[in-house]
């Protein structure tokens, strides 16, 4: 399966940079745009499986560009989740009334920003996201939050299913504890790096029991991978 196709289209350089690592980080394909008066061009030339969209752009502001793209036979199914800093009701309902499919309000949490993201794709078009991960004899319900190994349920935490699960969509990519601790916990949260490997060693101990394979692996000095050959036949 190709990876979904998001377009971010935001004039500020610092948040267009976070979210376009973000969003690869999450295994998604990602082009992005500063200027309004592009977008239905970039639109036009690949369609994307989903635009995040800033509401004050230069050129055709957000609310304009997505009243066009609503406007046409081609692209007016494209989920659109507007990006904006103004949090009033009022606005909320405009930005809605206007064609998006959600609203998020900056400063916005990257993890529930992503959980949007794959929330919004799933509701448009269920077969875009894969909403099982397996690798060897580990299987992940991502709809469901259920992981299981060799059939056997594991109870994992909130944070272990959303540690494990970005593992696993970016098989063989290390990431280090920060970038880890960016997607998984927050920004926001008060944690330091020392949390991810605390969690780490809580998520080994629960999906390996006796000689079974672990499937992560410990980059020394820089963080932590899902091994790309687990599962591999030797």
Avoid at 85 to 95: I, L, P
Avoid at 145 to 161: C, G, H, I
């Amino acid at each position: 399966m190709m990876a979904p196709s998001v377009l971010v289209v935001e004039d500020e350089e610092p948040l267009r940079i976070l979210l376009r690592y973000n969003l690869e980080a999450e295994g998604f394909d990602v082009r992005t745009v500063a200027d309004g008066d592009e977008v239905e061009t970039m639109v036009d030339e690949r369609r994307p499986e989903l635009i995040l969209l800033d509401w004050m752009l230069p050129g055709l502001s957000g609310l304009e560009v997505c009243r066009r793209i609503r406007s046409k036979k081609d692209t007016r199914d494209i989920p659109i989740i507007m990006l904006t800093a103004r949090g009033e009701e009022t606005e909320r309902v405009r930005g809605l009334a206007t064609g998006a499919d959600d609203y998020v309000v900056k400063p916005f949490s990257v993890p529930e920003l992503i959980a949007r993201v794959h929330s919004v794709l799933r509701r448009a078009n269920p077969d875009v996201l894969a909403q099982t991960l397996e690798a060897g004899d580990i299987v992940l319900d991502c709809l469901r939050q259920r992981a299981t190994r060799k059939d056997r349920d594991l109870n994992l935490s909130p944070t272990e299913f959303r540690l494990l699960e970005h593992l696993m969509r970016s098989p063989g990519r290390v990431f280090t504890r920060d970038q880890l601790l960016d997607t998984v916990w927050g920004q926001d949260s008060f944690v330091d790096d020392r949390t991810v490997d605390v969690h780490v060693g809580r998520l080994r101990k629960i999906l390996n029991r006796g000689r079974d394979r672990d499937p992560i692996r410990t980059v020394r000095g820089t963080g932590y991978s899902f091994d790309e050959r687990f599962g591999a036949k030797c």
